[in-house]
C-alpha cells in the first residue's frame, strides 16, 4: 500500500466546514433533517474531487461511470441552527471490491458533535448499471487515506 | 388498544404518490440521493397530518413541541428518474414512551422497491429541547396504526 | 393554427396542485423564497410532458435538445405555510422562433392569489450549446395552447 | 449619510464565493434554475449579517420582524457545472421607508458572467404581517453600503 505523502496526500483527515443558511431551516426553526444528508454528502463529493481525485461529475459526464449510494445511515445528535457553522469530518472506513464505505462527522464551532453518517456506494457503469473493480488510482489514493484514517483513530 | 375503526382511522395501510421532478436528477441522470430521503419524509409528513391528525407546523408552531429526527437509516435498491412515480407505504414499528419509530417502503410504479427506510424521531418540547411523553391522542392512533401493520405483515 | 381539439389538447387550462411540505418553510415560518420557483418550474415541466408531449427528461437524454431557463420574473404577493394547497396555472404567453415565455399564477386554496411569475426559455442543442429553432410538434401544441389562453382571458 | 469607515464598514463591496456541487445539478447536466436563486440569496443572507449586520435568523426568532422577498428578478447568462465556483457580488439600489432593493451577479472563475439578479424584500413585523419602517441602524449601514456601490459604478 502506498503511504499518503507517496501519492501527494496531504499528511491531515480532510473536513470541510459549512455555514448553515436560513433557507436550510424549517418552521421548528432547526436544521430540516434531510439537509444533514447534504451537508454530509457535499463534504463527501469535495473529498473525491480534492484529495481523492475523481470528481463526481467528469466521472459521470465523461467516463461514464459513478458511485451510487446503495446505503446511508445518520444519527443526529445536536440541532444546527441559521449561522452555525458546522465542520465535517470524512473517513474511509473500507474500500472492497467495488464498494466504498465512508463515514463522516459534523462538528459545531463549539465542538459538539452534531450528526455522524455512514454510507455505503459502489462504483458502477452508467449504462449497463451494473458495478465495476475500483479504478486502480482511486482505490490507492482510498487506501492511502484510510491509513491515515487508522492512524488518527489509534 | 383502540381498534382502528373506534378513531376513524383508515382501514387500509396509508401510501403517498410522488412524482419525480427534473430537478430531484443530478447529472448522473438518476435522482440525487438525499431526494429519497426527501420523499420519505413528506409522505411520513402526510402520514402525521392526515392519518393521525398531529401536523408538524402546527405541533411547532401552535403547541411548541415537535418530533425530531434523531436516527435514519437508508437503503437505495433501484434508481428513480424524472417522470418516475414512487408510491410511498408509511408504517409505524414501535412506539415508544417518547420515541417514534416508523419505516417507509418506495415502490416504483412497475413495482420494484426503490428504496427503504427507517427513522426514529423523539417527542420534545421546543424551548426545553428536552424529550416529553407522546400525546395520549396521538399514542392511541399510532398504536392503532401499528395494530394495522402487524395484521398486514401477518 | 391548429384548434386545441385536433390535437387532442385538453380544452380547459392547465393547473397543478401542489401540497406546501414542512421542509419548504424556512424558520420565519413561511415558505422560503426559492421554493416558489420551485413549485412553479414543477407545474410548467408537468405541463410541458403531459399537455405538450415533450417532457423535459427525454429531450435532454434521448434527444439532445433542453429549454434552458435565460429569464425569471417573479412576484410573491402572500405568503405560503406547510400544509397550504397552492394550484399553479400555466400560460403561453408567446411562441418565438427559437424562444418560449410563458406565465404562471400560484393561488392559495381560499382563492388568494400567492405568488406569480413569467419565464423566457430558449430551445438549445445541448452539446452545441446554442438555441434550434422550436420542433414542429412542439410549436403546433404551444400555440394552439396560447390561443386557449388568448380565449381564456378575453 | 455616515461614510463606510463610520460604521465600521469594509471599504470594498461583498461578494461570496460559491462552490457548485453535485447535487445543484440535473439531467441536463448543468445547474438547475431554481438553485441560481438559491446562491443568489445565501450570498445576500450572508452580506445582512456579516456587513449589515442584521441576520435572518435573529431578526425572526428574537425580534419578530422580517424581510420577505416580494419580487424577483433573475437572468441566466451562462451556465453553470459541477465544481464551477461562481462568486456573487452583492449590490445595495435603493433603500425605501420600508422596502429594500438589492442586485447581485454571479461571476464564474473565468470571468464570465453567468447570472444577474434584482430583488425587492420589505421589512415587515412577524405577527401583523404589516411593513414597519426599516431600522435605523439597518438603514445607516445600507446607505453606507450604497454609497460605496455607487462610487464603485461611477
Known amino acids: ?19 448553515v443558511h ?53 444519527e443526529m445528535l445536536a440541532p444546527l441552527r441559521p449561522g452555525d457553522r458546522v465542520c465535517v469530518h470524512v473517513f474511509v472506513d473500507k474500500v472492497g471490491n467495488s464498494s466504498l464505505h465512508f463515514s463522516t462527522r459534523g462538528l459545531r464551532h463549539d465542538g459538539e458533535l452534531c450528526f455522524s453518517t455512514r454510507f455505503v456506494c459502489v462504483v458502477a457503469d452508467q449504462d449497463a448499471g451494473k458495478s465495476i473493480p475500483i479504478p486502480a488510482p482511486m482505490r490507492a489514493r482510498l487506501d492511502a487515506y484510510r491509513s491515515l484514517c487508522l492512524e488518527y483513530a489509534s
Chains 1, 2, 3, 4 share one sequence.
Open 22 to 74: 436560513f433557507g436550510d431551516s424549517d418552521a421548528a426553526r432547526i436544521v430540516y433533517t434531510p439537509r444533514f444528508l447534504e451537508y454530509a454528502m457535499e463534504a463527501l463529493e469535495i473529498f473525491m474531487a480534492d484529495i481523492i481525485g475523481f470528481d463526481w461529475y467528469h466521472m459521470n459526464v465523461a467516463h461514464g461511470f459513478g458511485t451510487p449510494f446503495v446505503k446511508v445511515e445518520m
Open 1 to 19: 500500500m502506498s503511504k499518503p505523502t507517496d501519492l501527494g496526500l496531504p499528511t491531515r483527515l480532510f473536513s470541510h466546514e459549512h455555514r
